[in-house]
């Protein structure tokens, strides 16, 4: 786990902690659920939306929400880069 990008020992440990043992959790949003970060609808009208359960393992989602933040890091870097090439290269117009 601690090969994974923005996965440092604390939120390695706290996940590992949240786990517990093989069984626990019975699936991906399972433990998505447990995480606090499981899409619930809250749609109104003819407007589709979702939000983020507010449930779960504090300490767990604290965990994964230091993680993405080096997620949303190489994101925006990723971004920047395909914005940059496409300032330098603009598409022809047609």
């Known amino acids: 786990m601690l090969a994974q990008p923005g996965v440092g020992p604390l939120a390695a ?4 902690i949240s786990w517990s043992h093989r069984g626990r959790i019975t699936s991906e949003a399972a ?7 499981a899409p619930i609808p809250a749609s109104s ?3 589709v939306r979702y939000r ?4 779960g393992g504090r300490r ?3 965990a994964l929400h230091m993680i ?9 870097r990723y971004l920047a880069r395909n914005l940059y090439r ?5 598409p022809l117009p047609t």
């Open 86 to 90: 496409l300032l330098e290269n603009p």
């Open 60 to 62: 767990l989602n604290r």
């Open 31 to 37: 433990f998505a659920r447990l995480a606090g970060c």
């Open 45 to 47: 009208g003819q407007t």
């Open 13 to 16: 440990a706290q996940v590992l």
């Open 68 to 76: 993405r933040r080096e997620a949303i890091r190489c994101l925006k």
């Open 52 to 55: 983020l359960d507010r449930g």
